[in-house]
């Protein structure tokens, strides 16, 4: 395995509280612009993901929560964590000074690191670059007072190895891989496997969060999922089922009846045209299916 380029200094050991955050099996994605995604008036929700894309992107919307935070704009009692992944192109304009002061503001129960973005097509110097810069934002969120949620990222097996070890060493215990695309390439072993060879070599049981997919990784134990697909799919008529994905019209679930707390003895078909009664049983099946959010 290649080494990290030479002028990349070493980052001292136990940084940090090294706080686990408690994942649940599943823990929903919801839209902080949409409340057809809130259901905690409806049924148990312990955690929930916050996007700061949503906010960041919207300056009306954040400064409106920014004056009472998150907690109080969503009604939510249970536990809030801020993604910061978000768009390559709004990832360039922030700073750790950036991220630091809405984590403040928005005052979240964890929140993951500054995100960065790294590309396999790039010359070796510039993911390399990237990859310095998203340790170099973890170490300024290595104070804070609430845990954090390290990245797992990297363009090669040896960036993401040396980025997961330094992460480990600054005392995180927690990590999300973002793994929407990574899925969709059909790449994610590439990041997985190195991932969870750098916390066998370290030592470390972390807790790890697998972001943006809404099925289980194939031999994978004892990882979380948070995801939104149960209602982005639930605005386009998708109804799940068991792990797989049906238009509502489909004959083969279409005349099923379903007795979740949404559907409550109804057919798929009696859902059509209601996002917000098949959004809560995708919510539901998805829970199901990904271990339970309680």
């Given amino acids: 395995m290649r080494p990290a380029p030479e002028h990349v200094s070493q980052i001292p050991p136990e940084l940090g509280s090294g706080a686990v955050v408690d994942l649940p099996g599943f823990i929903p994605i919801v839209s902080v612009t949409d409340r057809r995604s809130w259901f905690w008036d409806d ?3 312990p955690m929930i993901v916050v996007r700061l894309s949503e906010l960041v992107t919207r300056p009306s919307l954040l400064s409106e929560v920014s004056k009472v935070g998150l907690h109080s704009h969503l009604g939510f009692d249970g536990k809030i964590v801020l993604s910061t992944i978000m768009p390559d192109e709004v990832i360039d304009r922030l700073s750790p000074e950036d991220y630091l002061s809405w984590v403040s ?3 979240p129960d964890a929140t993951m690191i500054p995100d960065n973005y790294t590309y396999t097509d790039d010359p070796l110097y510039l993911s390399w670059s990237q990859t310095i810069r998203l340790i170099r934002n973890a170490l300024a969120f ?7 949620i390290g990245l797992i990222k990297g363009a090669t097996p040896e960036q993401v190895s040396w980025s997961t070890k330094q992460l480990v060493r600054m005392g995180y215990r927690s990590f ?20 969870l060879l750098a916390f066998e070599e370290c030592q470390v049981s972390p807790k790890l969060m697998i972001y943006g997919r809404s099925y289980p990784v194939k ?5 979380s999922y948070a995801n939104l697909s149960w209602f982005l799919g639930a605005k386009g008529g998708t109804y799940f089922k068991g792990g797989f994905q ?6 083969d679930i279409r005349f099923e009846k379903c007795d979740c707390d949404s559907c409550r003895g109804r057919m798929a078909q009696d859902l059509i045209g209601d996002t917000r009664a098949i959004a809560l ?10 271990g339970g959010f309680w």
């Fill in 142 to 148: 290595s104070e804070l007072d609430i845990p954090t």
């Fill in 105 to 107: 503001i928005l005052k």
């Fill in 43 to 45: 049924i148990r929700l």
């Fill in 219 to 223: 031999g994978l134990k004892r990882a």
């Fill in 246 to 251: 049906y238009d509502t019209t489909d004959p």
């Fill in 176 to 195: 999300a891989l973002p793994a929407r695309e990574l899925s969709r390439s059909d790449l994610l072993d590439n990041v997985l496997a190195p991932a």
């Fill in 281 to 290: 049983h995708n919510l539901l099946d998805l829970n199901r299916g990904l």
